[in-house]
C-alpha cells in the first residue's frame, strides 16, 4: 500500500498508541474524584496540558479538549459569537476554509449574523480588502492557517498583527499546520487543531483561547478540565495528543525540508504530462501538491490509482459534494482547472520509493484514461 492522504488524516505513531494504552490500563481513576486515583489521573492531564503549552509557547492561554478540530471550530464561532452578541453580529472569513467553518457560520447566518467573504490574491489573503471589510460591528475573524486542499499557507502574523488594532477577536483553524511548521499562536484569540493530523489518535482536539476570553459552552454539564466543555475528561486521548505533539514537532525542520524535496520531485515528474497542471503554488507547505488531471474524472482517476494500491484524494473528505474545488478555483480562477484537481498529501514517512512507484502507476493511469 503506498499512502499519499496524510492531509486527510495520518496513520498513528505507535509510541503514541503504547501511551494511551498504558494511561488507559494505568490510571483508571475519572480526573474529577477526589480520591487518590483521581489526583494521580488529575495530575497528569496537568502535565500533559502544561507540555502543550511548553511545546506551542504559549504565554496566557487556556487549553480546553475537544473531540476534534470541528467541534473545536464549533465552539470557537459559535461559543464566541453567542458569548458576545453584544459587540456585533458580523462575521469575516474566506472561501478557502474547512467545512466545519462553515456549519457554525451558516447557523449564526440564520440568527440575523452577517459574513463576508474577504477576496483573495493568487489564494493569500488581500489585506487591503480585509482592512476594508472590518467594522465596528465585527466581532469575529475565522481564516485557516494552511488550505487542506492546496496547502497555501496564509500570512497569519500579518493579519494578525493589522486585527490586534481592531475591537474584533481572530480565529484561526490550524488543522493543517500544528505538527508541520511553527506559527505563533500568541497574538491569536482562538486556535483549533485536532491530534489525528499529526499522527496521534481519532477523537481529541485542543482550542487554545485567551486566558481572559469567555465563550458560551455547546456542552452544558458536569465538572471537567475547564467551564467551557462539560463531560469526563478523556484522560488516555489527552496524554496521547501531548505525546503526538512533541513527537510531530522532533526534528520539524529536517522533516520539512525531506517532505519538500519529495514535492519537488513530483513536481518535476508531473509537469511533463500535457494535460496536467500544478495547483499548488510558492506559498503552499510542501505536505500537499494539489494538481488537476484536465479531460479526466477526479474520483475516476483515483480509482484507477486504487487499483494499483495507491491512495489520494479529490477534494477534503469532509468537502460537500461539490464538483467545483472552491480552493483550487480561488488560486486558480478557472473553473474546468478547479473540476479536475485531485491533492496527494506527502508525509515525512514517505519515501522516493514509494514516489516512484505512484509515478509509474500515474502514467499507466494517464494513459488509460486520456489517450485514445
Known amino acids: 500500500m503506498i499512502y499519499l492522504d496524510y492531509s486527510a488524516t495520518t496513520p498513528v ?33 496537568d502535565s500533559a496540558t502544561n507540555q502543550i503549552i511548553e511545546l506551542l509557547n504559549l504565554k496566557d492561554k487556556e487549553i480546553i479538549y475537544t473531540s476534534g478540530s470541528s467541534e473545536s471550530n464549533n465552539l470557537a464561532i459559535k461559543g464566541l459569537c453567542l458569548k458576545h452578541q453584544g459587540m456585533g453580529k458580523h462575521i469575516i472569513t474566506t472561501n478557502l476554509e474547512h467545512s466545519s467553518i462553515y456549519g457554525p457560520i451558516g447557523y449564526l447566518q440564520k440568527q440575523g449574523y452577517e459574513v463576508d467573504f474577504v477576496k483573495t490574491k ?26 487542506s486542499e492546496t496547502g497555501m499557507l496564509q500570512n497569519i502574523s500579518e493579519i494578525a498583527k493589522f486585527l490586534k ?9 490550524m488543522t493543517q499546520s500544528v505538527g508541520k511548521i511553527n506559527i505563533d499562536m500568541n497574538d491569536i484569540d482562538l486556535v483549533s487543531f485536532s491530534g489525528h493530523k499529526f499522527y496521534g489518535l481519532k477523537g481529541i482536539g485542543v482550542l487554545v483561547k485567551n486566558s481572559d476570553l469567555t465563550l458560551e459552552p455547546l456542552i452544558h454539564g458536569g465538572k471537567s478540565t475547564t467551564v467551557y466543555r462539560s463531560g469526563t475528561p478523556a484522560l488516555p486521548l489527552i496524554v496521547s495528543i501531548s505525546k503526538a505533539l512533541r513527537l510531530a514537532l522532533t526534528d520539524l525542520d529536517l522533516k520539512y525540508e525531506k517532505i519538500q524535496e519529495l514535492k519537488d520531485y513530483l513536481i518535476e515528474n508531473l509537469e511533463k504530462y500535457e494535460n496536467v497542471r500544478i495547483n499548488s ?52 480562477n478557472d473553473e474546468e482547472t478547479a473540476k ?18 505512484f509515478l509509474d502507476a500515474f502514467d499507466k493511469c494517464y494513459n488509460k484514461l486520456l489517450i485514445k
Open 281 to 332: 503554488k510558492e506559498h503552499s507547505l510542501p505536505h500537499v501538491l494539489n494538481i488537476s488531471v484536465m479531460h479526466a474524472k477526479p474520483e475516476t482517476f483515483q480509482h484507477a490509482l486504487e487499483e494499483y494500491d495507491i491512495y489520494i484524494s479529490t477534494q477534503s473528505a469532509c468537502s460537500a459534494n461539490n464538483p467545483v474545488s472552491k480552493a483550487v478555483l480561488e488560486v486558480t
Open 165 to 173: 488594532t481592531k475591537k474584533c477577536y481572530f480565529h484561526v483553524d
Open 13 to 45: 505513531n505507535k509510541e503514541v498508541l503504547d501511551t494511551f494504552t498504558k494511561v488507559s490500563l494505568d490510571f483508571p481513576g475519572n480526573p474529577n474524584s477526589l480520591h487518590k486515583l483521581g489526583v494521580e489521573a488529575k495530575k497528569l492531564i
Open 340 to 357: 479536475h484537481s485531485i491533492r496527494i498529501s506527502l508525509s515525512y514517512l514517505t519515501t522516493k520509493e514509494e514516489l516512484d512507484k
Open 122 to 147: 493568487d489564494g493569500l489573503v488581500d489585506m487591503e480588502d480585509l482592512e476594508r471589510l472590518v467594522t465596528d460591528d465585527t466581532v469575529l475573524v475565522s481564516i485557516a492557517s494552511v488550505n
